[in-house]
């Protein structure tokens, strides 16, 4: 048996802020954040959007286009920082019921913007195990809204979105999920974190701002280790699948800073062209972006069945993984 990618889809909100918009309430420029990271827009989901609303829209996308109803899935694996609510409830179980998935399980998978690679493995090894036949990923971030407008460290680079697979067991092995590599490194949990408002920082009654809550990166830490493990992923994935670069036709990376992955180009030496970037228009979207990615090759054509495509992931935990897909 064989277990493969069935179909895409995504959500984008439709408010799209540039650069020049933001600077206009912050002290950055548009120089500033093309320069250092590759950003020109973010899409901001309006008030009141919750991440389970823009999963439900991706996850009904992918679901029209996998010709499946929500009843025939199995289960919902949904990735996010930025969950509906603190802890538990599961965003995943509000996306089940959304849905009408009476016959999935559901649960959410933490681990950052590796999120959607953690769980394209565990979607398939839930699918040979013979525990599913139809697994919804979805992975959902609305992390403007838990982003502190007066940090111009963190505030321009993120923004909101949803990206959904269907994966499923296939007969033939015309495409398939390949060979994959999941790693954590828990040392740095604070250098990209949300710090209070867990058992360890609690809520102070009267003391806690927002932006205490907010996101918070050290980002030269994790531009250093962004570089380093994008590396020694695509290296090791390439030797571990027996392949060359030529036998792959994307490199599909977490877009967060198009200058981590120009560093990991430049010391693999592997052509620019190689990588599918759209962190100009979306900015970092988290474990959505590269779903996100995926469905805009899609809807663009720019991948056929068969492909070989290669996708790496990096983020709070800190996680990083990656794989290979054959379209
Ligand atoms: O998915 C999560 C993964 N996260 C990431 O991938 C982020 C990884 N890190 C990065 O991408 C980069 O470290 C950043 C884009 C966050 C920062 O770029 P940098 O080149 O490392 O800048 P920096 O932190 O060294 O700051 C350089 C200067 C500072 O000013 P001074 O101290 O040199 O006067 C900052 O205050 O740039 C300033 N700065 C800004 N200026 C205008 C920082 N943010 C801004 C801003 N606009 N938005």
């Known amino acids: ?6 179909s895409i889809g995504a959500y984008i909100p439709e408010n799209r802020v540039t650069n020049d918009e933001l600077s206009k309430t912050m002290d950055t420029s548009d120089e500033w954040i093309k320069s250092h990271t590759g ?18 829209s991706a996850a009904k996308l992918a679901l029209e286009r996998g010709g499946l109803t929500a009843e ?25 019921d959304k849905l009408g998935a009476k016959n999935a399980g559901a649960f ?40 502190n407008m007066e940090d111009r460290d963190t505030a321009v680079l993120f923004g909101d979105g949803a990206g959904a697979v269907i994966v499923s067991e296939s007969s033939n092995d015309e495409s398939s999920i390949e ?30 701002t927002f932006n205490d809550t907010a996101l918070y990166m050290d ?9 380093k493990v994008n590396t020694e992923l695509i290296k090791e994935l390439l030797e571990r699948s027996n392949l060359s670069i030529d036998d792959i036709s994307w490199i599909v990376p977490h877009q967060a800073n198009i200058r981590i992955l ?14 599918y970037f759209n962190l100009m228009e ?34 709070a935990g800190l996680t990083y993984g990656g794989t290979i897909i054959k379209w």
């Not at 120009?262 to 990588?275: G, N, S, V, Y």
Request: proline share 3%.
């Open 1 to 6: 048996m064989n277990v493969y990618i069935r």
């Open 72 to 96: 025939d899935l199995d289960m919902i694996i949904l990735t996010t920082a930025t969950p509906d609510y603190i802890g538990f409830p599961a965003t995943a179980c509000v996306v089940q």
């Open 262 to 275: 120009q560093a990991a180009a430049k010391r693999l030496r592997i052509p620019l062209e190689k990588f």
């Open 179 to 208: 060979n994959a590599i999941l790693k954590s490194d828990g040392s740095g949990a604070e250098v990209l974190m949300r710090k209070i408002g867990g058992v360890k920082y609690p809520f102070e009654d009267g003391k806690t």
């Open 282 to 315: 979306y900015a970092n979207t988290s474990s959505a972006s590269i779903p996100i990615a995926l469905n805009e090759m899609y809807e663009k054509g720019e991948m056929k069945r068969g492909d070989k495509i290669l996708l790496t992931g990096f983020g």
């Open 108 to 147: 959410d998978m933490v681990a950052g913007c590796t999120g959607f690679i953690y769980a394209v493995d565990n979607a398939k090894n839930m699918i040979l195990a013979g525990t599913a036949k139809h697994v919804l990923i979805v992975s959902s971030e609305s992390l403007t809204k838990i982003s």
């Open 39 to 56: 950003i020109e827009v973010r899409h901001i989901a309006a008030d009141g959007v919750t991440t389970s609303d823009m999963a439900v």
């Open 219 to 227: 980002g030269q830490a994790v531009y250093k280790f962004a570089v």
